[in-house]
């Protein structure tokens, strides 16, 4: 494998193993990244969105007042090329995953997603089920020159405080859907992302 990818498979499993979340930063290069952030759906912001056919809609989450962006899952057979890139390195997260933390990850998920300005998820848990099979929660952003004053910050709770991390381009986050509680804090540009989860079954 890429020795580079290779050291940042490592670093998500470290940080993975000691605090149930890890932070990497070019997990996507700058071509990567401008390439999915120019599809149609991330193009012109909202607008593409709300004009989009029934069958094509990026749909707005039903709950506004917990959460204010707009998703779409991603069919892996009919992805562009720069997101197929993007979902092979996941499979081969996964895999990683898989043999140096004994875990048993079957699948992944990916939505595209799209919080307008001012928009915010407030805090929460991934798994909310018992039942439920997202294991690994793993968001990679898509915001070039994102400022501290865009606001956006991903907040992560701990048990002895939180941590804030900026939404910027390339940055993967990846941590324990069952165990991490955190929340969106409000926007004030559109926030692009890939968020997906990694599943058990
Ligand atoms: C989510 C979520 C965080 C982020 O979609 O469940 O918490 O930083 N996203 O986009
Ligand atoms: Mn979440």
Redesign the pocket.
């Known amino acids: 494998m890429d020795e580079n990818l290779l050291f940042k498979f490592n670093a998500i499993a470290d940080g993975l193993a000691e605090d149930g979340i890890a932070v990497v930063d070019s997990f996507l290069n700058s071509d990567e990244v401008k390439s999915i952030g120019e599809e149609d759906e991330f193009k012109d912001g909202l607008l593409q969105f709300k004009k989009a056919g029934i069958g094509q809609a990026q749909e707005r989450q039903i709950n506004e007042s917990i959460r204010g962006d707009y998703i779409q899952w991603i069919d892996p057979a009919s992805a562009s090329a720069p997101i197929q890139i993007y979902l092979e390195k996941l499979s081969r997260l996964r895999t990683f995953l898989n043999q140096s933390l004994f875990l048993s990850l079957k699948d992944v998920e990916v939505h595209k997603t799209i919080y307008p300005p001012q928009s915010y ?1 407030k805090r ?3 798994q909310f089920k018992k039942d439920d099979h997202r294991k690994l ?1 793993v968001i990679c952003y898509l915001n070039e020159e994102w400022k501290e004053s865009d606001g956006g910050q991903l907040r992560v709770y701990f048990p002895d405080g939180s941590k804030d991390f900026f939404p910027i381009a390339g940055r993967l986050v990846c941590f324990r859907s069952d165990l991490l509680e ?1 929340e969106v804090l409000p926007t004030e540009r559109p926030r692009m992302s890939l968020t997906g989860w990694m599943l058990d079954r």
């Open positions: 998820y929460h848990l991934d929660s955190h």
